[in-house]
């Protein structure tokens, strides 16, 4: 009957326990939604930043169109004259998602506008993110582990400046690929079963749909078996977990047409490729250990390493064959740029130009992971007891992200997971420890405090009972005291057993009362302190849409909305079929929110086309004209942060031009547009740097604004003040002077102007003769 009762009381425990960590994974989900609506709160449901616009418009054109016309669709909007194959040149899974979404709200009769679904697609999947951080969590230390870990994803600053409502990016969804795929891993690791390892795979084809970061998936778990496998520690189960996802896994990622054939062909996969043979190996060795006698089991092992290093060899000459006509020996830009911090700016400026691409610097990791950054250490300690193929997995997964996160800024978004789960494990196992220590002296207190109170009781009666008779039966009251608790034990405890391992273990981690108060209330200080920093970056710091700018002054809150005021103009004041050039930062809005055609834009895939456009913004304007009208462009577009302070305006982007235009085309040289190695736009600038296109496009009449022409962003008077431009004229600017728009002058005006006047038909005639010349653009 007792055993019974207490199956039953540990099943409603258990059951209770899992009731309750559903219902805080849903609070968990209703948090990592509802911190990253500031956004939408303050300001209003608008896409954010640059790459978002590209993606939502995409996104409109699937559900328009349909899938089959979006894997088919030709876009003659971008990269004029070139044109774009937008099937084939993008990552389809955030559109897919966004897209299947929209479909079944609306076949629910729930009538959601595309861009409403795009708003709202990240907060949802960071929702999921959190759920799939304490699925992994479980699988390494428990669910205690798990739910901490949850909580610190859904508010860690990090992912949240990528998911907030409106950043309609790769990295929406990303994240709860990249998360879910490393938890199916885990699983298939613990259990062996084939079934996860299939949905591993599956999960690993969504995440190369969904963002060019799949090749960190694709190098960490081949990397990880074979830690396994030097360490001694192969098994079954870390071959089917492997196995089945290289194979099942590429044939998958090859269906992606961005991918296609570079998932069996670049240089980012080998390695997992010779993973995979060398497990085989292995489990080939293991297998024959076991069915044969260890004399014969020495000479199939030479063997079997001999035709094993043939093969290894074997490929190894094939893929050395394959990647040397490459002059980056198979591996892509960013890849190089990885490993090597220094080869973007060496030898590619159009990466090194991108500012998510620099290395980060030290306040940014407080900024972005915050006090995780103090708790990571302690949770690589607590996964070393004990080690497990799961733990060890998790430390590989922060070492290999803190290095890439120091390469590049962009990829503290892949620091965050880990660092959350480490630090949800530290904690767990830190609350675990303390919360012990408190339980285990609580009986100890209340004997005692029992003890005293009767000591107190019999103290009273000292003065009617003489000391020695009080002595007698204080005898006598503690001795039957201490048989009555040694019969209750026994009754409680009829067999006394032995102490195990973890039971010593647990006795030897008991810490004093005080101490363990003190630290329970420190930790939960330093967890307020988290959530205020994370609900301060989520409010103020990534909530602000870039398309949408604010300030605070004496005067209260100042709203620049100078982007759409722009962007509207061309769309109701310019022909369909107008070129429009810009930087290619602003090709993407440009294309979504004016519809108009644009000659680059955010796909940085043509340098040399880039390159064009630099060129055009660093000649002189007689050069930039022609270099424009070769390309049929009727506009150009700048933005200048001059006159309100706005820092990422294009005189601060001017360098890079200068630099892509460069490599390109010789004749355009950096140490031309500096003074003794400095980059100066006042009086002492050089005079290229005066007369360039971009300077003049910029400061054309801003002595108007306050006869002093004061550059609050350069903070210096400019150079060169009063000018006049003749082959561009002004057509807009915005309230606020962040975005100036103007138009190329048709040759026959250009020429008139400068031009005297003399007779009709002498005047015609030059015309007429000129009007006939070509010009080489270039």
């Known amino acids: 009957m007792a055993s019974s009762d207490s199956q039953s009381s540990n099943s409603l425990r258990y059951a209770f326990g899992n009731v309750l960590a559903f219902f805080i994974l849903l609070l968990i989900g209703v948090l990592a939604f509802s911190i990253r609506l500031f956004s939408v709160i303050k300001y209003e449901s608008v896409i954010h930043e640059f790459d978002p616009y590209f993606n939502y418009r995409v996104t409109q054109f699937l559900t328009k169109n349909g899938i089959y016309d979006f894997w088919n669709w030709f876009d003659d909007r971008t990269w004029y004259p070139l044109g774009r194959v937008i099937g084939g040149t993008v990552y389809p899974g955030?559109?897919?998602?966004?897209?299947?979404?929209?479909?079944?709200?609306?076949?629910?009769?729930?009538?959601?506008?595309?861009?409403?679904?795009?708003?709202?697609?990240?907060?949802?999947?960071?929702?999921?993110?959190?759920?799939?951080?304490?699925?992994?969590?479980?699988?390494?230390?428990?669910?205690?582990?798990?739910?901490?870990?949850?909580?610190?994803?859904?508010?860690?600053?990090?992912?949240?400046?990528?998911?907030?409502?409106?950043?309609?990016?790769?990295?929406?969804?990303?994240?709860?690929?990249?998360?879910?795929?490393?938890?199916?891993?885990?699983?298939?690791?613990?259990?062996?079963?084939?079934?996860?390892?299939?949905?591993?795979?599956?999960?690993?084809?969504?995440?190369?749909?969904?963002?060019?970061?799949?090749?960190?998936?694709?190098?960490?778990?081949?990397?990880?078996?074979?830690?396994?496998?030097?360490?001694?520690?192969?098994?079954?189960?870390?071959?089917?977990?492997?196995?089945?996802?290289?194979?099942?896994?590429?044939?998958?990622?090859?269906?992606?047409?961005?991918?296609?054939?570079?998932?069996?062909?670049?240089?980012?996969?080998?390695?997992?490729?010779?993973?995979?043979?060398?497990?085989?190996?292995?489990?080939?060795?293991?297998?024959?250990?076991?069915?044969?006698?260890?004399?014969?089991?020495?000479?199939?092992?030479?063997?079997?390493?001999?035709?094993?290093?043939?093969?290894?060899?074997?490929?190894?000459?094939?893929?050395?064959?394959?990647?040397?006509?490459?002059?980056?020996?198979?591996?892509?830009?960013?890849?190089?740029?990885?490993?090597?911090?220094?080869?973007?700016?060496?030898?590619?400026?159009?990466?090194?130009?991108?500012?998510?691409?620099?290395?980060?610097?030290?306040?940014?990791?407080?900024?972005?992971?915050?006090?995780?950054?103090?708790?990571?250490?302690?949770?690589?300690?607590?996964?070393?007891?004990?080690?497990?193929?799961?733990?060890?997995?998790?430390?590989?997964?922060?070492?290999?992200?803190?290095?890439?996160?120091?390469?590049?800024?962009?990829?503290?978004?892949?620091?965050?997971?880990?660092?959350?789960?480490?630090?949800?494990?530290?904690?767990?196992?830190?609350?675990?420890?303390?919360?012990?220590?408190?339980?285990?002296q609580l009986p100890r207190l209340s004997d005692h405090s029992h003890v005293n109170t009767i000591k107190a009781g019999d103290a009273s009666s000292e003065t009617v009972v003489p000391n020695d008779t009080v002595k007698t039966d204080k005898s006598e009251d503690t001795s039957k005291e201490r048989t009555s608790r040694k019969s209750k034990k026994k009754d409680k405890e009829p067999v006394e057993k032995p102490l195990s391992k973890s039971q010593i273990k647990k006795r030897l981690l008991v810490l004093p009362l005080e101490a363990s108060i003190i630290a329970i209330l420190l930790l939960v200080l330093l967890g307020a302190f988290y959530v205020v920093h994370s609900v301060w970056a989520a409010a103020e710091a990534y909530s602000a849409p870039s398309i949408v700018l604010t300030s605070y002054s004496n005067d209260g809150l100042h709203v620049f909305d100078d982007f759409r005021e722009a962007y509207a103009w061309l769309s109701h004041n310019t022909e369909v079929d107008d070129k429009v050039a810009s930087w290619w930062d602003y090709g993407y809005q440009t294309t979504a929110m004016a519809n108009r055609t644009v000659i680059v834009d955010n796909n940085t895939w043509n340098n040399t086309h880039i390159a064009t456009v630099g060129t055009a913004m660093s000649s002189p304007e007689k050069a930039a004209w022609e270099i424009f009208h070769s390309l049929d462009v009727k506009y150009v577009l700048v933005v200048f942060g001059g006159l309100v302070g706005y820092p990422s305006d294009d005189i601060n982007k001017f360098l890079w031009m200068v630099r892509i235009g460069g490599g390109v085309f010789p004749h355009i040289r950096e140490p031309d547009y500096l003074r003794d190695g400095q980059y100066r736009i006042d009086s002492m600038a050089t005079p290229t740097m005066l007369n360039s296109l971009m300077y003049k496009l910029s400061y054309y009449r801003f002595v108007e604004t306050d006869g002093k022409a004061f550059d609050r962003v350069r903070r210096t008077e400019i150079g060169k003040k009063y000018f006049k431009l003749t082959h561009f004229e002004e057509v807009f600017t915005t309230h606020h002077w962040m975005v100036r728009i103007y138009k190329l002058k048709p040759p026959k005006n250009r020429i008139r102007g400068k031009t005297k006047k003399s007779k009709s038909k002498a005047s015609s005639k030059t015309t007429s003769k000129r009007k006939g010349l070509k010009r080489n653009p270039f």
């Not at 062909?265 to 995979?276: G, N, R, Y």
């Open 94 to 440: 955030l559109t897919l998602t966004a897209g299947t979404l929209w479909w079944i709200l609306n076949s629910l009769n729930i009538p959601l506008s595309v861009e409403t679904v795009c708003v709202f697609t990240a907060p949802i999947f960071s929702a999921f993110a959190s759920w799939a951080a304490y699925l992994l969590t479980k699988e390494v230390k428990g669910t205690g582990a798990g739910l901490t870990a949850a909580t610190l994803l859904a508010m860690v600053p990090s992912y949240i400046s990528r998911s907030v409502a409106g950043s309609y990016d790769n990295e929406a969804v990303a994240i709860f690929a990249l998360i879910f795929t490393f938890y199916l891993y885990i699983k298939t690791l613990n259990t062996g079963s084939l079934f996860y390892a299939t949905l591993n795979s599956i999960a690993y084809f969504y995440m190369v749909c969904s963002w060019g970061g799949y090749t960190f998936i694709i190098n960490l778990i081949p990397i990880h078996v074979l830690l396994c496998i030097i360490t001694g520690r192969y098994s079954s189960r870390l071959y089917i977990a492997y196995a089945p996802l290289i194979v099942l896994g590429t044939l998958l990622a090859s269906l992606v047409p961005v991918v296609g054939f570079n998932a069996v062909m670049t240089s980012e996969h080998f390695a997992s490729f010779l993973v995979f043979i060398i497990i085989h190996v292995v489990a080939v060795v293991y297998y024959i250990k076991g069915i044969l006698s260890p004399k014969m089991f020495k000479v199939a092992m030479a063997l079997v390493v001999t035709v094993g290093l043939a093969v290894c060899c074997a490929v190894v000459a094939v893929l050395i064959a394959l990647v040397a006509s490459s002059p980056t020996m198979g591996w892509s830009g960013r890849s190089l740029s990885l490993l090597d911090p220094t080869y973007a700016s060496k030898y590619i400026p159009i990466i090194a130009s991108v500012s998510e691409h620099q290395p980060p610097t030290w306040p940014s990791y407080f900024m972005d992971i915050n006090v995780l950054a103090f708790l990571v250490p302690a949770g690589i300690i607590a996964c070393f007891s004990p080690l497990s193929d799961a733990s060890s997995f998790v430390v590989l997964y922060i070492v290999m992200s803190v290095y890439f996160s120091g390469v590049m800024v962009r990829l503290m978004l892949v620091l965050a997971p880990a660092a959350c789960i480490l630090s949800g494990i530290a904690l767990s196992q830190a609350f675990d420890v303390f919360t012990r220590s408190i339980k285990f």
